[in-house]
């Protein structure tokens, strides 16, 4: 009875000593994208991959393979808890994101890695004060590379021509520069650009170069107008649920938050940057595309027209309670920094 006794103490003791070091939080990552989608394949799943090294294997992440529910209610996911790690889109919910509007506007940057980095900065420094992600702890923002104006049938080297033209646009200020160079917006589900491209329900679509082909919606359409700087973007949020976060030790956040922020906003706009680079090689290699760079009074007549629009976007991250002009200008000034290489 004795040894008996000893023995279960001894093996007792034993798994209090190692029962710490082998403790492992387990966060489950919210999907709604296919398993080859660049943001999933080369961002998401990367990242959870440079989180359980940095925390040596302290946290697990468990991307799920199912979607949870559509993409619009991703953050409140994040927020009651349903996943604890989510991504998405901040204009899928219309009126709910205002300041995050700011990376979304015309013309900043021709790299997704350079406005990615330089909005994170941004973030941190004027935006997060905002806290227009209450119940949940921001990991990184960043976007897409610059959206564009790809048309059939439409000359793109006149404005005058594709007014009234019916184009597919997403949220955000995508629908303001739809609007402002006096094109129809018709709203359809991404997977069905196709088919309302080939169909000719619509005339064209607002797309960064790499879901053109991504779509293939390049085998339905002619013409590409280059905006430098873009017409628009797109921004993108990593959360976690708050509760969650508190409940990791202070050393779990900060190996998290190494590889998260501005190192995940970097990664994420490299990817996005690969992407577009090589969608636009395929669309040059066929042949079929023609692309309009506008410049001159071209250039000058549409930053005309997106500036009105542009304006009031500010105005209205002014009412948050930031200066949305003066964050404007440091943004633009932190784009021309990483793209110096600072």
């Excluded at 006096?182 to 005339?203: C, F």
């Excluded at 577009?276 to 071209?298: H, I, L, N, R, Y």
């Amino acid at each position: 009875m004795k040894k008996t006794v000893g023995a279960l103490l001894v093996a007792a003791g034993v798994a209090l000593s190692v029962s710490p070091a082998s403790a492992q939080t387990v966060l489950r990552v919210a999907n709604w994208l296919p398993p080859k989608h660049p943001l999933l394949a080369e961002i998401i799943v990367p990242w959870t991959k440079q989180v359980e090294e940095a925390t040596q294997g302290r946290v697990k992440m468990e991307v799920l393979e199912a979607p949870l529910g559509p993409p619009p209610a991703h953050f409140d996911f994040a927020v009651n808890g349903v996943a604890d790690v989510t991504y998405g889109v901040h204009n899928y919910t219309p009126g709910r994101f205002g300041v995050t509007t700011i990376a979304e506007l015309p013309g900043l940057s021709d790299k997704s890695e350079w406005l990615s980095v330089a909005y994170w900065r941004i973030y941190e420094q004027d935006l997060a004060k905002v806290d227009e992600h209450k119940g949940t702890h921001v990991l990184s923002v960043f976007t897409h590379g610059p959206g564009q104006l790809w048309t059939k049938g439409r000359d793109l080297s006149s404005m005058d021509s594709i007014k009234g033209s019916k184009i597919r646009i997403g949220g955000g200020f995508a629908q303001e520069a739809a609007k402002a160079l006096g094109l129809v917006p018709i709203q359809a589900p991404v997977t069905k650009a196709y088919e309302i491209l080939s169909g000719g329900v619509a005339d064209g679509i607002e797309f960064p170069a790499e879901s053109i082909t991504a779509f293939k919606v390049n085998e339905v359409l002619d013409q590409g107008l280059i905006m430098p700087g873009g017409l628009y973007n797109v921004s993108f949020f990593v959360v976690i649920n708050q509760a969650k976060w508190d409940a990791l030790s202070k050393e779990d956040q900060d190996a998290i938050t190494s590889v998260s922020g501005e190192n995940l906003a970097r990664l994420a706009g490299q990817v996005w940057d690969k992407a577009d680079a090589g969608a636009m090689e395929t669309m040059k290699a066929s042949g079929k595309m023609t692309f309009v760079v506008p410049a001159g009074d071209q250039l000058a007549a549409i930053n005309a027209a997106l500036k009105p629009y542009s304006d009031e976007a500010l105005k209205q991250i002014s009412a948050k309670g930031v200066d949305g002009p003066a964050v404007y200008e440091a943004l633009k000034a932190e784009i021309a920094k990483v793209k110096a290489g600072n």
